[in-house]
């Protein structure tokens, strides 16, 4: 018996080792959390800023990202959570507010963790009467009911799983939840029934229980009036309980993840392995957690989970009267799913040998056998590839989310206003000021772009006035200069070059070329490419900046967003790239989609506008040699650059200098490349024009 704990407790030191290694440890954990957390800041500033839907808009990120539950090899869905304020769900009267959609919570006839949403008037306590629209009916005692489909609206690209719809292409399950500030009344026993000193403490109770709880869109699989009823959704508190558990716990979640998808192909979800894990944490000591013993705490959550699977009956944490497994396997389904797992608690785990995900195997009986293989991944690498990809996410979601504010300030007008910009600055700062670090990073990190675009728009006003550029333009300019490696001084360069400060401009230029190591800095640009990050898994990268993972150095460093002028900073554009903000033909106008806004934009890399810029101010100062460096630069740039985001800008780029140095040739040849590079949405067409016209 002893020798068997002992081989036990060597088995599980060797598997917390190779955990550790692809990733699963406090630190890349701490990370994918911090990095979930400002996502979700990000987001909800977005709207917050650009006031969608009066502002009522809270974003979440739930799952395994953001707890940090995963790895490279599971591939994990980002869970996003979409939260109306708007509505108030109710689960007493008093607790009703005049001015909103007041729904109460209806449990007759309504499985456990279900409910129905009975709608009331939203000027004095009452229920209403009355069918506003289709979205509503009666029920058989005429009570008006939401129907759950009234938030199923699928975006282009996007599949329904259920309450959420999940992109085609990326993980990413979006679903519309509706809060209700009050705990569950079904869920109240859980708040008592732990014994003292247990985990979850009190503490955790109390804040789990003040957050109160969402209504998603979906209704039980069983029911008969499915598109009646809501699931209550206890996203939060499962959020901050997964928290809160040591690094074993977490371990064993992530293994028990790779035995469901490698062993019973992702029949028993990664959900109920995590109500499992809850359950057992809470009732057994928290001594038992620790890494010499994570493969007995892994064999003791098989068990609970095949006894749960033999019984059918899988209760949610919260609210236990909830049978995660109601309606969804049938008998032979379970009987398989009790075998296997059976068959794993036998051998001892040993058939985590047989796992291929994140060459857990391998890794194994490499330490098992004392090997050495250079088959897989280093830890290092392991652990840069999820900085990498991590950072990715987050800087191209943050150059979307600019983007999005600057277009939501047309209101359909395409006349973006000096003062509305003002004003979402104002709006970006304040957030800052609600004292989360997540929210105060978040406002950090999108103040830059957006000081450095209402610079550009108010030098853009100075210059078709035939004005000085003003002080105060130059001021909101240096404010976004740090925004990145790049295009806050490229901008800058920009009014500087366009107001006829050509020197100040070379200068600045020279800055931007010392700044801009091309081993270390990556073009980032919203709406590009998400294939971008093969490319960015093999940059090099400032491994210091990657360790320490401070956001503001990791801009200044490794970042360099796409350089964006609307049409309001048109007369802070050199000609050569203002024709892309007349990209488009009237038929592809009419046909392209919601988010291919910022075609009527000039938008290029920060790399080749660089050199561009460096080859029209050198020519402005007369010095030919620097010219030809530059252009020579642009040339090596659009050839050997794997990273580039706007290629095809690029190359119209490079025709217009071409067709300064009058070799016409030359600059077809680049309109043609751009045009094979991308066919539509290309302003080459009207370049060659152009082109065949001197030709002529």
Excluded at 21 to 26: A, F, K, L, T, Y
Excluded at 205 to 231: D, I
Aim: hydrophobic residues 40%; aromatic residues 10%.
């Amino acid at each position: 018996m002893d020798r068997l704990a002992d081989e036990l407790r060597v088995f599980s030191l060797r598997l917390s080792r190779v955990l550790d290694d692809i990733g699963v440890n406090e630190r890349t954990v701490m990370i994918r959390r911090r990095t979930g957390l400002l996502l979700e800041s990000l987001y909800t500033l977005e709207h917050y800023v650009i006031r969608k839907f009066n502002g009522d808009i809270t974003v979440f990120k739930f799952g395994s990202q953001t707890e940090g539950t995963t790895t490279l090899g599971l591939n994990s869905d980002t869970d996003t959570l979409i939260c109306y304020s708007r509505y108030n769900i109710i689960q007493d009267w008093w607790q009703w507010e005049q001015g909103k959609i007041n729904l109460l919570m209806l449990r007759d006839n309504a499985a456990p963790g279900y409910c129905r949403l009975q709608l009331l008037r939203s000027d004095i306590p009452e229920a209403r009467e009355d069918l506003p629209d289709y979205s509503f009916e009666y029920d058989d005692e005429g009570r008006v009911l939401m129907k759950n489909t009234l938030l199923h609206v699928l975006q282009p690209g996007k599949i329904r799983h259920g309450p959420s719809s999940s992109s085609a292409e990326l993980n990413d399950d979006r679903v519309i939840g509706l809060p209700c500030k009050s705990w569950p009344t079904e869920a109240l026993p859980w708040v008592t029934r732990t014994i003292a000193g247990q985990w979850p403490g009190r503490n955790l109770k109390c804040f789990s229980v003040n957050s109160g709880c969402f209504v998603v869109s979906t209704g039980h699989c069983l029911s008969e009036t499915e598109r009646l009823e809501w699931r209550i959704s206890t996203s939060i508190a499962e959020r901050c309980l997964m928290f809160n558990m040591n690094i074993t716990q977490i371990r064993c979640y992530v293994v028990l993840k790779m035995i469901m998808k490698t062993f019973l192909n992702g029949t028993v979800t990664s959900y109920q392995c995590k109500t499992v894990l809850m359950h057992l944490v809470e009732i057994t000591n928290s001594e038992l957690w620790r890494e010499e013993n994570l493969i007995f705490c892994i064999i003791m959550s098989l068990r609970l989970l095949q006894l749960r699977v033999f019984i059918n009956n899988c209760p949610h944490y919260f609210v236990p009267e909830n049978n995660l497994l109601d309606g969804r396997l049938n008998l032979e389904a379970r009987q398989n799913i009790v075998f296997m797992i059976g068959n794993i608690i036998d051998s001892k785990c040993i058939a985590i040998l047989g796992i291929n995900i994140d060459d857990i195997g391998d890794r194994l009986n490499a330490t098992l056998f004392h090997r050495i293989s250079h088959y897989f991944m280093s830890p290092k690498d392991v652990r840069l590839n999820i900085y990498r990809g991590l950072q990715y996410d987050l800087y191209q979601d943050t150059h979307i989310i600019f983007q999005e504010i600057v277009n939501g300030l047309d209101n359909y007008t395409h006349i973006i206003n000096c003062n509305d910009m003002k004003d979402n600055i104002r709006r970006v700062l304040t957030f800052r000021a609600n004292g989360r670090c997540s929210e105060l990073a978040a406002a950090e990190i999108l103040a830059p772009i957006l000081c450095t675009t209402l610079g550009t728009m108010l030098a853009s006003a100075d210059i078709s006035g035939g004005r000085c550029i003003s002080a105060e333009s130059l001021q909101w300019l240096s404010l976004g200069t740090d925004s990145d490696v790049a295009s806050g001084r490229l901008k800058l360069a920009s009014v500087l070059f366009c107001s006829g400060d050509i020197h100040r401009a070379s200068v600045t230029l020279h800055e931007v070329e010392q700044r801009y190591d091309t081993r270390v800095t990556l073009p980032i640009c919203g709406y590009a490419s998400k294939d971008m990050f093969v490319y960015f898994s093999n940059l090099r990268f400032s491994d210091n900046c990657l360790l320490c993972y401070d956001y503001k150095t990791t801009l200044n460093i490794n970042v360099a967003f796409g350089v964006v002028f609307t049409r309001e900073e048109k007369h802070c554009v050199p000609n050569g790239l203002k024709y892309e903000m007349f990209r488009c033909t009237e038929e592809e106008r009419q046909t392209r989609d919601r988010k291919d806004y910022w075609v009527d934009w000039a938008v290029v890399d920060s790399l080749p506008y660089l050199y561009y810029l460096q080859y029209m101010t050198y020519r402005k100062l007369d010095n030919r040699a620097g010219q030809q460096r530059a252009l020579g630069r642009l040339i090596h740039t659009i050839d050997t650059e794997p990273y580039l985001q706007h290629r095809e800008t690029a190359l119209n780029l490079l025709g217009q200098c071409m067709e300064i140095e009058d070799r016409l040739m030359d600059a077809l040849t680049c309109y043609r490349r751009s045009l094979n590079w991308k066919s539509t949405h290309n302003v080459a067409r009207w370049h060659i024009v152009h082109l065949l016209y001197r030709f002529l």
